[in-house]
């Protein structure tokens, strides 16, 4: 469900009201997914945005943003959120966006302002990052952001949920309802269970191996790296078959799979396009890193996501702003993409052929 199909009773805030949640220390905009593009996932829940309602911390929120998690701006409006327009929570001097925004939108950004949003395919436009660097934007990717115990948080949130969606997907996929072969993933008494083939590794592919063992499917991990499984192992158990990529058992499996499911190995893989053949007829087929099956659940996204986003904001209300967080948090510093009219991210500077500077001395030059 899209914003442009919501209808709603609050009409957005007066410009006043919103100029006084302006003067708060921290003042947030958040603002809702495209009409026209597929995302569906959003940052914060009403009650997340009550807890930083509570600590001071200033929200305005676009009219019908929460609408693709099915919250009605009133239950914002409930927990401290004023309702606004689009172009007035752009105007916020930190806004917060699911995915990263386009560059008309990032214009109408005060200059000098922050956005934090999750990494896309975007950022890697040169539309989009000229239009950060021309109004002095400092942008920020949860996604690329550690805490304090160096774990990617945002991220394992996220290879969480998109394994265990990634699961439903196939589920659903095999019913005859999802135009499958009409079959359960666990085997029931005289037939065995269908057969889970996963190729790759990571946490997203833990989490669908997870998922998976607990439909009583039968479940096998494939990587190119022997480290990496045997560390998989000592997770899993032995309800996984953990094997090596090797052509001739790759082969075998592929063949006897009802569902294949693709990742990020370890090493360089490229699916072997002559295994296609090879395949059933029904086979369920998904590479998990285009399809992002979190889409399908946002407001389990939203609910975890802002669990560990009220610590974040708390922490940053701590250390006076998010200029404060930025200058003594290396984790936060991981996750820059621009500061003050500055390619921080030295990947996208290279895919684009930009150059880039270092955030740490950036930082360190500004102080």
Do not use: W
């Amino acid at each position: 469900m899209k914003n442009s199909s919501t209808k709603n009773t609050l009409e957005p805030q007066e410009q006043t009201e919103v100029m006084d949640m302006m003067n708060q220390s921290i003042s947030i905009g958040i603002v809702g997914n495209y009409s026209d593009g597929y995302e569906t996932r959003m940052l914060l829940t009403p009650e997340a945005c009550g807890m930083l309602t509570s600590a001071g911390i200033g929200i305005c929120m676009e009219s019908g943003a929460g609408s693709d998690i099915s919250f009605p701006d009133e239950k914002y409006a409930e927990y401290g959120v004023h309702i606004v327009t689009r172009d007035q929570a752009l105007k916020s001097p930190l806004v917060l966006s699911y995915a990263s925004l386009k560059a008309k939108d990032i214009k109408k950004m005060h200059k000098g302002s922050a956005l934090l949003c999750l990494m896309d395919k975007s950022l890697f436009e040169e539309s989009t990052i000229k239009a950060l660097l021309a109004h002095r934007i400092t942008c920020g990717c949860f996604d690329n952001m550690y805490s304090h115990n160096d774990e990617p948080v945002f991220s394992n949130i996220l290879d969480e949920i998109n394994g265990r969606a990634a699961i439903m997907y196939a589920e659903e996929a095999l019913s005859y309802l999802g135009g499958g072969k009409g079959v359960l993933l666990a085997g029931v008494a005289g037939i065995n269970p269908c057969e889970i083939l996963l190729i790759g590794m990571g946490n997203d592919m833990i989490a669908a191996a997870r998922a998976a063992t607990a439909t009583g499917a039968r479940v096998t991990l494939m990587d190119n790296d022997t480290s990496t499984l045997q560390v998989a192992k000592e997770v899993l158990g032995n309800q996984v078959d953990t094997i090596a990529i090797h052509p001739r058992v790759l082969s075998n499996k592929v063949k006897s799979a009802d569902v294949i499911i693709t990742g990020t190995t370890t090493r360089q893989f490229e699916f072997p396009r002559n295994l296609s053949a090879a395949m059933k007829e029904n086979v369920y087929v998904l590479d998990i890193n285009e399809t992002q099956p979190s889409v399908s659940v946002p407001r389990t996204v939203a609910m975890a996501l802002s669990n560990a986003l009220v610590n974040f904001f708390e922490e940053m209300a701590i250390k006076n702003g998010f200029n404060g967080m930025l200058a003594t948090t290396p984790g936060v510093q991981y996750g820059i993409i621009t500061y003050e009219g500055k390619l921080a991210d030295k990947l996208i500077g290279s895919y684009l052929g930009m150059p880039s500077i270092d955030i740490a001395v950036m930082l360190s030059a500004a102080n």
